[in-house]
């Protein structure tokens, strides 16, 4: 593995998100903004001061501990980037199992109000198909590709079933999830889960939603719902995060650890007494590890009663959740 | 158009850059990092204080003057997701024509040492394909897809040609950038004009880059470049850019402008002096209006030598462009 594959600063932090070894839980929540990462954060045991840091590409980590178990909290911004960027260089900082736990808004295709609560079982992803000619629209393309949402086995196409989505939330996480959201529930608010989740590229185009631009995705929403059964919410995240916990397989091989550039991340970063959260050597992940995730989705709009929601109910929401 | 199609906040921002009409030039540089985004604006005219905006999902707004032209810098962060909601919310701020240049870093497939600038004439774009078994490669999908580098005409394949790209640069725009680089040239920085740029949807994978996830990608370099003639730098983000200007054909339907939420974008708006850059009154863009777009890269990594730049040439070259 060559320097230029995995760039790190001399004193070996990851290059976007500005961590090392020993920054960051194995456990995580992540979620878009950082004034949700900070109500998150304030949670945690307030016995020790948490490892805050800012990297100079927007992504905000917070370490602490709840319930005497460490946890960090990282903000990442929106689109499936942002998670690749997340969840590749998290996964060069820690060795053992990753537990991640995505708290996100989303919008509801199925009329539920808006401030419930999903956990989706399973993602497809919709994406733009830049060779479609949008001025145009002269093309023998479709200007949307719909992930599949079911595997293949040995070419055959499975049996439509959220058990045997090809992108799937882990099994368990998801379950304890679930329960845990039960427990908490305030009244008034729902939950769903065993839902199916879309993610697109683009908060407006591939959500179906109308701007200026000729984006040709009068029936998107309807081709997407017929060719999906079981879903319910659409964001922009989700479906890479699942997409890469499903793909990973253990470490295939060791990555290099040769420093290479001066400290160009230049993160800010707020020191925790030494003793709360040592910094440990680097250790690897090894071919035996898994990486856990699931997600809780806020509904923050609904596509069907055209509802948005207000401020308070968002503030009411992040404290349940 | 539907208030979940195009979410404003009660005072008319657009909901992730925070923006209104007024407080954004059509003359845009666009960058990925806030830091320079600054550095960009402290070139403007020092007689009128800025305006700054900085949106909670991490969107940094510099509008002021240069040369008494009014001018914006907006930093977006990483990736294609930022690029469109960059694009999209800012296109529904303003009448008239935009100009937009994107000044970003890059990766370089030939062999030119780093801190080479270069303007991109046009741009393919290679994305994931989610549909490959990436667990067990045992897909009859390919792992990456490439998009076409040229257009179709009545559904005939064009010549190969960076003049018939079907995603390209604003043609003048890009000779305008070329000389005014040439001018301000620095003694031992090299220009390359008229090439052609990858955007990819990670930092790593569809870059070719070895992680420690299963990625599939040993082959993907070679044949990019083998699909690609002219191809030089790849990066994140140009692609989009070129690809929604070549697509706008003027505003299709008047977005309807009705308030939808409570103040969530909470941006920190840094205020100039009123008579400096005037609050307009809403008017949207007409159907002859277009979007001009070019792209400045600066080569921070060479994939051939293994070179990765180091901080102080960072600062040259950013004084420079």
């Known amino acids: 593995v060559s320097p230029t594959d995995f760039p790190r600063t001399a004193d070996q932090r990851v290059y976007h998100l500005g961590l090392r070894a020993g920054d960051v839980a194995n456990r995580i929540v992540t979620v878009g903004s950082p004034s949700r990462a900070q109500a998150i954060a304030a949670f945690f045991d307030k016995?020790?001061?948490?490892?805050?840091?800012?990297?100079?590409?927007?992504?905000?980590?917070?370490?602490?501990?709840?319930?005497?178990?460490?946890?960090?909290?990282?903000?990442?911004?929106?689109?499936?980037?942002?998670m690749d960027f997340f969840v590749r260089e998290v996964r060069e900082c820690l060795s053992g199992d990753m537990v991640i736990v995505r708290l996100g808004s989303c919008g509801a295709l199925i009329d539920v109000p808006v401030g419930t609560v999903v956990v989706p079982r399973a993602s497809v992803s919709v994406t733009r198909n830049v060779d479609f000619d949008f001025g145009s629209a002269d093309s023998l393309e479709s200007p949307y590709r719909i992930s599949r949402p079911v595997g293949t086995v040995s070419g055959q196409r499975c049996l439509h079933s959220v058990n045997l989505a090809q992108v799937h939330a882990d099994a368990a996480l998801h379950d304890e999830l679930q329960k845990a959201l039960a427990i908490e529930r305030p009244l008034g608010f729902e939950i769903l889960t065993d839902t199916v989740n879309a993610s697109a590229d683009s908060f407006y185009s591939s959500q179906g939603r109308h701007t200026s631009f000729p984006d040709h995705n009068e029936h998107l929403i309807d081709k997407l719902q017929a060719s999906t059964p079981g879903l319910v919410t659409l964001e922009m995240e989700t479906f890479h995060l699942y997409h890469l916990a499903v793909c990973w397989r253990g470490r295939q091989a060791a990555t290099r650890m040769s420093p290479l550039t001066e400290r160009l991340v230049e993160p800010v970063i707020s020191l925790p007494p030494a003793s709360v959260f040592p910094t440990t050597s680097l250790q690897l992940a090894s071919p035996e590890t898994v990486i856990r995730?699931?997600?809780?989705?806020?509904?923050?709009?609904?596509?069907?009663?055209?509802?948005?929601?207000?401020?308070?109910?968002?503030?009411?929401?992040?404290?349940?959740?």
């Open 293 to 321: 995730a699931a997600a809780v989705h806020m509904v923050f709009a609904s596509r069907t009663s055209q509802e948005f929601i207000t401020p308070n109910q968002v503030t009411e929401l992040e404290r349940w959740t």
């Open 47 to 82: 016995e020790i001061k948490p490892f805050v840091l800012s990297s100079e590409r927007g992504f905000l980590t917070i370490t602490g501990r709840f319930k005497n178990v460490p946890v960090s909290v990282i903000s990442i911004g929106m689109g499936s980037a942002n």
